[in-house]
């Protein structure tokens, strides 16, 4: 599964978006019946929402993140510094795809940037570590900044 994961951030990263997507989603869908770790379904979920929203499916975008942070929340339990960086890369993911998706709830923008903001409370930004198959970092200030101004619902409503 872990080949795989990365092989979907390959393609991603290549921009062949269709590629990495059925990768992706081949992955999840070979690794139901195992019962793989949940961080690394989650690897694979992060990887989806980021190939959806690059092709601006952002409703789909939308529905991957909010499965991803639910399996984030399974997976890991605790402080660790590794928990709480795949919690807030999990909240990060949801956040921007929701701010992303016109069609998005007022509750669901409240939701996102709430879900953002706990996430980071506390948190030393400045170390990536491995979560799932991939080394990720936690969001910036000046992107969670973004992002909640982008959640506002009343600016969110006059993105063009």
């Not at 660790?80 to 960086?85: F, H, I």
């Not at 998706?101 to 669901?108: A, D, I, L, V």
């Not at 706990?118 to 969001?139: Q, T």
Request: with cysteine; aromatic share 6%; charged share 25%.
């Amino acid at each position: 599964m872990v080949y795989q994961i990365t092989m979907g951030a390959a393609l991603l990263g290549a921009k062949r978006f269709a590629d990495a997507e059925r990768e992706l989603r081949q992955t999840l869908a070979h690794n139901r019946d195992w019962n793989a770790n949940l961080d690394l379904q989650w690897s694979a979920m992060h990887l989806l929402t980021a190939v959806l929203g690059a092709q601006a499916r952002y409703e789909e975008a939308v529905a991957v993140a909010r499965k991803a942070c639910k399996l984030a929340d399974q997976a890991v339990q605790g402080q660790e510094l590794y928990a709480r960086v795949l919690r807030a890369i999990a909240a990060r993911d949801y956040a921007s795809a929701v701010a992303a998706w016109k069609g998005s709830s007022p509750e669901q923008c409240a939701t996102a940037r709430r879900s953002l903001a706990d996430s980071v409370v506390g948190l030393d930004r400045g170390h990536g570590v491995l979560v799932g198959a991939l080394l990720e970092y936690p969001p910036e200030p000046a992107e969670q900044a973004s992002l909640e101004h982008t959640l506002d619902r009343d600016r969110h409503n006059q993105i063009p």
